[in-house]
């Protein structure tokens, strides 16, 4: 984005993010039984990836995780189709759940039931969607005024990142 | 068992497909196994079925649609499984050397195999909806299979014409399905055939479910996908059209005939556009220059012959069926392969380019010779046995029986005429074309090239000559068709009746050949100004005419015109409704809290302030206002759930907005809209405000039955291990819905990305330069 950037909104959404990201995990793993669930959780995780954004720009975005969006995507879809096809394997109707209950050293009792999987899988989902829409809309380098530059290889910095 | 054999020709078919590249023509030694195997175990099954005691299968499917994989193997079945997988072997043969040079011979196997299949599963299907299943499965693996020569415009015109012509039929038979099986109570083809419907419905069913079986088997008018399909490599065309696809429609019709034959106009409608696909398909054969059209047109005047006899529904004309249903499949496919063999030597099929066939082509010559006379029905052959047998089942009836034994003699006649023609044109070319000189062919196919057709035509002289190795077979067909059918096929009957006619009709055939120069004449004279093609193209550009008419009347790409579309339908349909029904009782409380009033205040002043921004961004964020407003509420409301949900959806909402309006003008644009257009916009906008407003009041007080969602409340722990019950709706009751959801959210960030980066893909136009109003729609 623009060069110009403001230290106090850097720190601040620094010290935002990681906090922003574990209340995500929590919702996500809280779903069952409280407010929460994947869907909000993948977008608390969104709101902290637009943070970012706003921040530094696409290369932030870009600079957070290692795999492109769409792997996200993939990683979601196949999570929850497995989930939802894993009951039919063993005789079940599609998605039947399953809880299980864990002793665990420092949680104690934990609850666990099959639907967090598939939760996940839609947490996942809703992370790769908006990461999709930065990478899809939020580049700045194909804003209209540059596209005629975006044809010039040597602008187009997808493939080379 | 039966599965089994239709799930092997699909497994080896998808493999072959899949892998054809690197298989070539190898692929059609796997594929070809999937028929070689279907005619071994038909035989091994053949003991009990042709006593009558038919092989059933059944494995439920959709039970709720009475749709279940019901399948079943009669007699009849296995005549056409002998035809379908025993004839589709010796095609898996023959193409070995036919497409032995040919870069796409891998997934011509694959298809063939996978259109194998489908046809196995029409020959055993026993339910009316598993048969339309396997039905369009022909049809699109033979639109592959026509069309598999992609880089020729006419091969994919000729392979769409043939889907959509099928297609149709297939539609209207799929509804002919649907109130025959309505009105029977069942499905199951066997049970319904044994307890027919009678009343109008069904006669009206059975003329949509006739529709589908001529468009399948190229009956007049439907016919003209046939000569085009043509187009597509010799053995190819010789499974389709000799052996398979087309004769499902004729499959079809001798299935219902028996019980149907009597219902409504059954008779008269497939008698006579029988006999009418008979004459004129047999006088079409006298004319074409194209040996593989004059075998096209000959094979849809004996779907017609064959229509007549399967169709009329009398035990002998069925048994007379059944016989020339095999004669012909071993014929015709002789014919083919002879004409594949020539096409593939000598590099033409044409008439007047044909070269003379000298030495080597013997054994060719023979075939063609032997396959032509089983077509023109010449003594000691298959065809000869069939026709007869077809002429008896006429000659003693009443006048109705002689009318149409006059239509099948007439067409005879002409088969005659034209197998007579398809002979002298490969032997004798010159004097066909009336010259004197020929080039000699170059060189002779080898042995194996024409085996499969050696081994047809000695099937063919083998049947002619000894009756009794195959009247067993069609007896049995010919009896699980209609109990009454019995074959008793014989070479000598002694002179009677139909041997004199027989013989009568050679004669006349052989005049007309004589006389084909003054016959076509008179028919280019006679012939209907309009042909069959012409009215498909006709029928099909008007469709298009009205759908390129309809699409700019619809679609006119003014996004205003769209939003007052959208919004005048929302404010219409509930509106009507709740003007009409009994929806009113009486005010719900609006204010019910005192921190109601700040969450409205602040409600009605973003939606406001969002109305009067000149700036897209300012708006943008007032709606944001209207968004957590709605999560306010919702947290008074108490509920934590859905407030989390919208106070995230709006954050992200309004960034991926602005991500959005960074690419349009700061300021909305300031035109004062003509005064007509704008009173339409505030009528519209007004009707929305007070449609919705009143749904709002009116749907709160007009709930009749208990709401779900207490049941939900009250099985989320037990059943979901859930104490959020949104979240176990979610993942556990509507789990599946979910699903979906999630798909669509995928499939969404593909497409935003797609269209995101259509103006960076390399090589494309860029929307910048090459064209400079690319969101402007041409009207």
């Not at chain 2, 009568?504 to 120069?517: P, Q």
Request: hydrophobic share 55%.
């Amino acid at each position: 984005m623009t060069p110009r950037r403001s230290l106090i909104f850097d720190t601040t959404t620094r010290l935002l993010f990681d906090a922003t990201l574990v209340l995500s995990a929590y919702l996500l793993f809280a779903g069952h039984n409280q407010p929460g669930g994947g869907f909000v959780g993948g977008l608390v995780a969104s709101a902290a990836v637009a943070l970012r954004y706003i921040a530094g720009g696409i290369d932030e975005v870009r600079s957070l995780v290692n795999v492109q969006p769409w792997t996200f995507l993939a990683a979601g879809l196949a999570l929850a189709v497995v989930t939802a096809l894993v009951p039919l394997a063993l005789g079940d109707g599609p998605l039947n759940q399953d809880a299980y209950e864990v002793q665990l050293q420092l949680l104690g009792k934990v609850k666990a039931t099959t639907a967090t999987v598939f939760d996940t899988g839609v947490y996942l989902i809703v992370i790769g969607l908006v990461l999709m829409i930065f990478e899809g809309l939020g580049d700045e380098r194909t804003e209209p005024a540059d596209l005629a530059e975006a044809d010039d290889p040597a602008s187009d910095g997808e493939g080379a990142r | 068992m039966l599965l089994a054999l239709i799930g092997l020709h699909a497994v080896l078919g998808s493999v072959v497909l899949t892998a054809g590249r690197r298989l070539g023509r190898w692929g059609l030694l796997i594929g070809g196994l999937a028929p070689a195997v279907t005619v071994v175990a038909a035989l091994a099954l053949a003991g009990p079925v042709l006593d009558g005691d038919p092989v059933t299968s059944s494995v439920s499917w959709v039970p709720q649609l009475g749709l279940d994989l019901d399948l079943r193997l009669d007699a009849f079945s296995l005549l056409m499984i002998v035809l379908v997988s025993g004839i589709g072997t010796l095609v898996f043969v023959y193409a070995w050397h036919y497409f032995a040079h040919a870069p796409k011979a891998g997934r011509a196997a694959g298809l063939l195999t996978l259109f194998a299949g489908s046809m196995l599963g029409v020959v055993l299907a026993d339910n009316l909806l598993l048969l339309y299943v396997f039905w369009e499965l022909t049809s699109v693996t033979s639109y592959l299979l026509i069309g598999i020569d992609d880089a020729d415009p006419d091969a994919r015109a000729a392979a769409l014409h043939a889907l959509l012509v099928t297609g149709m039929g297939g539609l209207a038979m799929l509804g002919g399905f649907v109130v025959l099986g309505q009105d029977a109570g069942t499905y199951q083809i066997s049970e319904l055939l044994a307890d027919p419907p009678t009343g109008t419905a069904a006669a009206i069913a059975l003329v949509l479910v006739l529709l589908g079986a001529f468009t399948k088997s190229a009956q007049y008018p439907f016919h003209s996908w046939l000569p085009g399909a043509m187009v597509a490599p010799t053995p190819i065309s010789a499974y389709l059209h000799s052996a398979a696809m087309v004769k499902a429609g004729v499959y079809l019709v001798a299935r219902f005939a028996p019980a149907f034959a009597l219902v409504g106009v059954w008779r008269p409608l497939v008698v006579g556009v029988g006999l009418l696909t008979m004459v004129a398909g047999g006088l079409r054969a006298l004319r074409p220059f194209d040996l593989k059209q004059l075998l096209a047109f000959g094979t849809i005047s004996q779907l017609g012959f064959l229509m007549v006899l399967l169709g009329i529904g009398q035990p002998e004309a069925t048994a007379a069926g059944c016989a020339l249903l095999l004669a012909h499949g071993l014929f015709k496919v002789g014919l083919f392969m002879v004409v594949g063999i020539v096409d593939h030597e000598t590099g033409t099929r044409d008439i007047r380019e044909l070269p003379a066939l000298g030495q080597g082509w013997g054994p060719t010559r023979a075939v063609a010779v032997i396959s032509a006379a089983s077509m023109a029905a010449v003594p000691l052959t298959a065809g000869f046995i069939a026709k007869e047998k077809a002429y008896t089942a006429f000659v003693e009836g009443g006048a109705g029986d002689r009318l149409v034994l006059v239509g099948i003699v007439a067409g005879s006649m002409l088969t005659v005429a034209y197998s007579l023609l398809f002979v002298a044109a490969l032997l004798r070319p010159g004097a066909v074309a009336g010259e004197t000189e020929r080039r000699v062919a170059d060189h002779a196919p080898t042995t194996w090239f024409v085996l499969p057709g050696i081994i047809v035509a000695t099937a063919t002289m083998v049947l002619g000559i000894a009756p009794a190795l195959w009247s067993g077979l069609v007896d049995a067909a010919a009896g699980a068709l209609d109990p009454e059918a019995s074959a008793h096929l014989k070479l000598w009957h002694g002179v009677n009746a139909p041997l004199l006619l027989s013989m009568a009709t050679l004669a006349a055939g052989v005049a007309i050949f004589a006389a084909r120069r003054p016959v076509g004449r008179a028919q280019a004279r006679l012939a209907p100004t309009i042909t069959g093609l012409e009215v498909y193209e006709g029928v099909v550009r008007g469709v298009l005419r009205f759908a390129a008419r309809t699409t700019s009347i619809v679609q006119s790409g003014s996004l205003p015109v769209y939003a007052t579309i959208i919004m005048a339908t929302a404010a219409l349909a509930p509106g009507l409704a709740m003007v009409t029904g009994p929806w009113w009782s009486g005010l719900p409380e609006t204010i019910a809290r005192p921190a109601h009033v700040p969450v409205a205040v602040l409600l009605v002043t973003g939606a406001l302030a969002a109305t009067l921004a000149t700036r897209r961004f300012a708006a943008v964020l007032l709606l944001g206002v209207v968004g957590y407003g709605m999560a306010a509420l919702f947290v008074v409301q108490g509920d934590p759930d859905l407030a989390l949900t919208q106070f995230a959806v709006e954050t992200l909402s309004v960034v991926v907005f602005l991500l959005v309006l960074r690419r349009l003008p700061d300021r909305f644009e300031r035109r004062r809209p003509p005064v007509l257009e704008g009173v339409a916009r505030v009528a519209v906008s007004a009707a929305v405000g007070v449609v919705i407003a009143a749904a709002a009041f009116a749907t709160a007080g007009a709930r009749t039955e208990a709401p779900v969602s207490r049941e939900m409340s009250e099985r989320a722990l037990p059943d979901g291990d859930g104490k959020n019950v949104v979240n176990v709706i979610l993942v556990d009751i509507r789990g599946l819905d979910t699903l979906g959801e999630i798909t669509v959210l995928v499939a969404a960030a593909i497409g935003i990305t797609a269209l995101a980066r259509a103006g960076r893909a390399p090589g494309s136009r860029s929307p910048g330069r090459a064209d400079p109003a690319p969101q402007e729609v041409e009207p």
